[in-house]
């Protein structure tokens, strides 16, 4: 490599360096998407809120679900007397009719659900006989929580960022109870008409057989954001509310949660056989990092010697021919014959003899006509001053035939 390849070799890696190191030292900008996972730190999860649950229920077993709300109450021991509480918290929550019919089941058996979100679906809605309404806003605005209970009247926690200012307009007052409000200015800009002050029920609490919805409408008083804004007495004093001795944390009814779509799902989501398939792909690996070096050195690929007689044997003919000498060439071609004769036959041939031919032909088995004629022909040559061309076909010819 010549010294301009290694400058510009050079100067492309200071290039790719300066890129990867300006990446990894840039301030990431806030994700601001919600989440409410328990394992997101970003403004809208639930990381800090889950964190703190062994703090606000302490004489709870806290237990995290992952499943489907219909498999973690199906699975549940029916025998089970002791009274839990199961904790939803998500943006919007659709509870399919199956999961509805068995949500209302473990209420109806007196356990407490407890549901922050700014939906809580069309089979729950109609069967609690609620509606909610979320007004929607071009310019954030303040919004004031509080609560109606005695000890918690003199607090108000104030939120604006991330707000959708949801709240009921309907509700069954026989069997449900305000336990919070939401107040904020709604501002009717594209309706030309005079900013609207609102206040309405955003929390409640609603009987359904032995047990009770808590039903919350401001999820995201729930949120990292707001927690760390000093707004923890509020998610704190809703909660309150659960006094069960089990806490069931919902983490599958979440927009953060990870869904794997790989074929792989399956395996993955088992526990012995995730393992199973981590120590294959450890195993693999280590196979490859151990075993892929040379166990000897190189053996050097030898070709095979290439027969060239024939190359040879063209190369010199083409040289004769050009030269066109045909006396040197039928000298050459009787000296080469008569050291056969003698290799083979054990013949001196110097003196030509009519024993000579015949011995000869007794050795060859050939015809002794044909001997005869050959070998006159080697004694006329040799006597002979110009050889032509058909002479030195003629003799290879007859050598030839002698042969084979």
């Avoid at 004489?59 to 939803?88: A, C, H, M, W």
Wanted: with cysteine.
């Amino acid at each position: 490599m010549d010294r301009r390849s290694k400058i510009i070799l050079g100067v492309f890696f200071l290039v790719v360096l300066g890129i990867i190191i300006t990446e990894v030292v840039r301030p990431r900008p806030i994700n601001w998407r919600p989440s409410y996972t328990n394992t997101d730190k970003i403004p809208f999860g639930c990381y800090v809120l889950y964190n703190e649950l062994p703090t606000l229920f302490k004489n709870s077993d806290i237990q995290t679900s992952y499943e489907n709300p219909y498999d973690v109450l199906i699975s549940r021991d029916s025998l089970n007397t002791q009274k839990s509480g199961f904790v939803f918290i998500n943006n919007f929550i659709y509870f399919e009719e199956q999961e509805t019919l068995k949500l209302l089941d473990y209420v109806d058996q007196g356990n407490t659900v407890f549901i922050a979100a700014g939906d809580f679906g069309r089979f729950l809605s109609d069967t609690l006989n609620i509606r909610l309404l979320s007004d929607y806003a071009l310019e954030e605005t303040e919004a004031k929580l509080n609560l109606t209970h005695t000890d918690f009247k003199k607090a108000s926690y104030s939120y604006e960022r991330g707000m959708l200012y949801t709240h009921f307009t309907s509700l069954d007052t026989l069997n449900s109870q305000v336990l919070g409000h939401i107040e904020y200015t709604k501002r009717n800009v594209l309706q030309n008409k005079p900013d609207e002050y609102i206040k309405a029920p955003n929390f409640i609490r609603t009987k359904f057989g032995k047990g009770t919805f808590l039903l919350n409408a401001t999820p995201q008083a729930y949120t990292n954001y707001y927690l760390l804004k000093d707004n923890q007495d509020y998610a704190a004093n809703t909660l309150s509310y659960l006094d069960e001795q089990e806490i069931l944390w919902d983490n599958y009814k979440k927009s953060g949660r990870v869904v794997v779509t790989s074929p792989m799902r399956f395996v993955l989501t088992q526990n012995s056989l995730k393992w199973a398939y981590y120590l294959t792909i450890s195993g693999l690996l280590l196979f490859v990092v151990f075993k892929a070096k040379r166990e000897q050195r190189i053996i050097p690929v030898i070709k095979p010697l290439e027969n060239s007689s024939v190359e040879f044997a063209r190369t010199v003919g083409a040289l004769y021919y050009q030269n066109r000498d045909h006396a040197d060439l039928i000298h050459k071609k009787v000296t080469y014959f008569m050291a056969y004769l003698r290799n083979r036959y054990h013949m001196e041939l110097s003196h030509i003899s009519e024993k000579t031919i015949r011995e000869l032909a007794a050795k060859s088995g050939k015809d002794k006509k044909e001997v005869k004629k050959l070998l006159e022909l080697i004694v006329s040559l040799k006597n002979r001053q110009m050889l032509t061309e058909k002479d030195s076909i003629e003799l290879n010819k007859r050598i030839t035939n002698f042969k084979t």
